[in-house]
């Protein structure tokens, strides 16, 4: 339940905010929202001009308040990208729930969070001690880690050819296994699937896409939920990411 609400006008006093005890940022507040039992004081994020959106050389920078929709009918956003982001949530969610807001709170089933992971996408964030400089990690790295922090911006980069290949129950839920490739110019190839568990999961970061099929099958060998079985998961990934891999674009 949220007891105690801030609205900073400037990053230095979200930042000071942020340092008390059971205080959060609030993004759109999608999932703060949620009745729970704990009390959290939440920092609204709205008034930070952190929304913004723009291609910036090989990268695509996107303010951490910036909505998924906006992103959604950004001219920049890969076809690849758009399918993600529109089988995340639904309009009305997509309108308020913010870029940053979606990686935080996301989890193993999230198809934006893997495609932005295959693209090696780079989080600032800023450690809630302002004293401390902005650090910039890989997307992967933060999700492993994540660190205390507000998320300022995401860079992801769009000299890569990029598919998303999914599977699920209906076309508009969220995958029971998704597949998300990336291609350089040089070849490098990067691979991950969602549809299980905590996080999206790397199967391929290499040189070349050879053997992705394989990849695709070790990394689900033991992805087994209510949902779906393992064998399940595993024959469907490796389909799906051959698809992906044919349908580069
Ligand atoms: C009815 C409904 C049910 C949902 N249920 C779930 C669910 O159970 N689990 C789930 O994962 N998603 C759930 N979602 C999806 C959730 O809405 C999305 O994850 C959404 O995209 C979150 O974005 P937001 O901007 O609204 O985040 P918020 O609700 O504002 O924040 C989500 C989390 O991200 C943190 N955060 C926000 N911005 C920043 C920032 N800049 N830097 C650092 N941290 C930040 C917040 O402190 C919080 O921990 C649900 C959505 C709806 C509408």
């Not at 913004?52 to 992103?71: E, H, K, P, Y």
């Not at 934006?112 to 910039?136: C, G, H, R």
């Not at 890569?160 to 969220?174: G, R």
Request: charged fraction near 20%; aromatic fraction near 6%; charge should be neutral.
């Amino acid at each position: 339940m949220i007891t105690t609400y801030h609205r900073p006008q400037t990053l230095d006093e979200a930042l000071a905010l942020l340092t008390q005890p059971e205080t959060v940022p609030l993004g759109g507040g999608t999932l703060l929202s949620h009745p729970t039992a704990d009390s959290v004081s939440v920092v609204d994020l709205q008034r930070l001009n952190l929304g913004s959106l723009r291609a910036v050389g090989n990268d695509l920078q996107i303010g951490a308040t910036c909505a998924l929709q906006a992103l959604y009918e950004s001219e920049h956003a890969s076809a690849a990208l758009k399918t993600t982001i529109k089988l995340e949530a639904p309009l009305n969610v997509r309108n308020a729930a913010t870029v940053a807001g979606t990686l935080v709170a996301s989890d193993g089933r999230s198809p934006f969070t893997t495609m932005l992971l295959a693209l090696d996408s780079k989080i600032e964030y800023q450690p809630f001690n302002k004293d401390q400089p902005p650090v910039t990690v890989s997307l992967s790295e933060y999700l492993l880690v994540r660190p205390r922090g507000l998320i300022t911006s995401i860079a992801v980069p769009r000299n890569a050819k990029s598919a998303f290949e999914y599977v699920s129950k209906t076309p508009a839920d969220k995958p029971l296994v998704g597949a998300a490739v990336a291609r350089w110019n040089s070849g490098r190839a990067r691979f991950f699937l969602c549809g299980y568990g905590k996080t999206p999961l790397l199967a391929l970061d290499g040189t070349e896409a050879h053997g992705i099929q394989e990849a695709a099958r070790n990394a689900y060998h033991e992805a087994a939920d209510e949902w779906a079985s393992a064998e399940y998961r595993m024959d469907v990934a490796a389909t799906l990411a051959k698809r992906a891999l044919e349908s580069l674009t």
